[in-house]
């Protein structure tokens, strides 16, 4: 079974719509994690590349290695170097055992999580020396720093030939754009709970905690809040999440890259997103996410309309077009479409039971503030005229 198809001026809007919520869902899944360490606790995050790529590796080349071992696929003693009978192999088995197929899938996302924290963890320790902008620096620095290992290292992933990775999703079927379909729903799972995780930390105590870190860190530290520990658990925190996405990516893409992780892709646009959107606003951050990834993929698809008609490659439409609208937000809304605002750390109607016998109880008792009024002729109110 096929999923049904719907062209509009040449473009399959099936197609479109498909590719737009997984990349939607991908953005939105790394932006809210950066909007955690950079919106509310102040931490910017100029790396984000490296824990999305580490995420990828670890889940890529564990995944397949794991899978050969499972179902007694002879790997000759060099798994990359045979990677492409290896990898037949698994996905004719892994086509029609969904169970084992989705154990892996989870098992690979588990591990990239534990990657990516353990290496947050260790990021996190310039954060207790260093200001915002060397941090920043250092952060950018790293996450180069791992990406030429990525690509010098081949035992790992086949350095910058790349690997190939067990097809996880086999067991949906061969109908065109099924698999697609069900890749969705997995990440349209977990960017739904990666969402309501970030609004219910945001709506917490940690939340407010965060904001005064990030606001006055030496008043924060007066109120006895440990400002070290706290960036360094958001970073841990973050830093997992992107992981997981990046192995989400990578077993949808099906194969694993060191030059396919860019800091313009998984770095500068996060930040883009988190700017245009608001930052410090989950709901901003998600609207910055939709409408970058919507203007991307309409541009991407009209771009070749242009060529011959603008003075420049049609290729950096979309950097010119973004560069311009992130000027535009920063010099007319610097806070972002939805700028950030108080969250409601309490249900309105738990808010309404607590105010409301209060209220009543104010309103029964007469005025509050100032001398009780009594009527007038009370024969027990003292007079107020001077005794002669």
């Known amino acids: 079974m096929d999923v049904p198809t719907f062209f509009l ?6 197609r479109f719509m498909i590719d737009l919520m997984i ?21 910017p995050n100029f790396g984000k590349v490296m824990f999305v790529a580490a995420g990828a590796v670890v889940a890529g080349s564990v995944s397949g290695r ?5 179902l007694g696929v002879n790997t000759h003693g060099n798994y990359n170097g045979f990677i492409a009978q290896i990898i037949t192999q698994l996905d004719s088995s892994l086509s029609g055992n969904a169970v084992l197929s989705i154990e892996i899938l989870l098992l690979g996302v588990l591990l990239a999580a534990a990657i990516g924290a353990s290496l947050g963890f260790l990021t ?3 954060a207790i020396r260093l200001r915002e902008d060397y941090l920043g620096m250092l952060l950018l620095a790293s996450a180069q720093l791992f990406q030429i290992f990525l690509g010098g290292y081949e035992a790992l992933i086949g350095g910058t030939q790349g690997i190939e990775v067990p097809n996880l999703f086999g067991w949906a079927g061969n109908g065109i754009e099924v698999r697609d379909v069900v890749v969705l729903g997995f990440l349209a799972l977990f960017a739904g709970l990666v969402y309501f995780y970030a609004e219910r930390v945001a709506r917490s105590p940690l939340g407010r905690t965060l904001r005064a870190v990030r606001d006055n860190e ?5 109120l006895g809040k440990d400002d070290v520990a706290i960036r360094r658990n958001v970073i841990i925190i973050a830093s997992a999440i992107s992981a ?29 997103m988190l700017i245009i959107g608001g930052a410090a606003n989950n709901a901003g951050v998600a609207l910055g996410a939709f409408s970058f990834t919507f203007l991307f993929k309409v541009v991407d698809q009209v771009k070749f309309y242009f060529q011959g008609s603008i003075p420049f490659d049609v290729n950096w439409l979309e950097y010119l077009m973004f560069a311009s609208l992130l000027i535009l937000i920063l ?5 972002g479409i939805l700028p950030e605002k108080s969250s409601v750390t309490l249900p309105w109607r738990t808010v309404a039971e607590i105010m409301g016998p209060k209220s009543k109880a104010r309103s029964s008792s007469g ?11 009370d024969p027990d109110e003292p007079s107020s005229a001077p005794t002669t």
């Open 124 to 126: 996190s320790y310039p």
């Open 244 to 272: 997981m996405a990046g192995a989400l990516l990578t077993f949808y893409v099906g194969a694993v890259n060191a030059e396919s992780w860019t800091r313009i892709t998984w770095t500068f646009w996060i930040w883009v």
């Open 218 to 222: 030496v008043a924060a530290r007066a």
């Open 367 to 377: 005025p509050q503030f100032g001398t009780p009024e009594r009527a007038k002729g």
């Open 9 to 14: 001026f040449g473009v399959n809007i099936i």
């Open 23 to 43: 990349a939607f869902a991908l953005y939105l899944v790394v932006s809210l994690s950066l909007n955690l360490e950079a919106g509310f606790a102040g931490v």
């Open 66 to 70: 794991l899978a050969a071992f499972i």
């Open 331 to 335: 010099a007319f809304r610097p806070g």
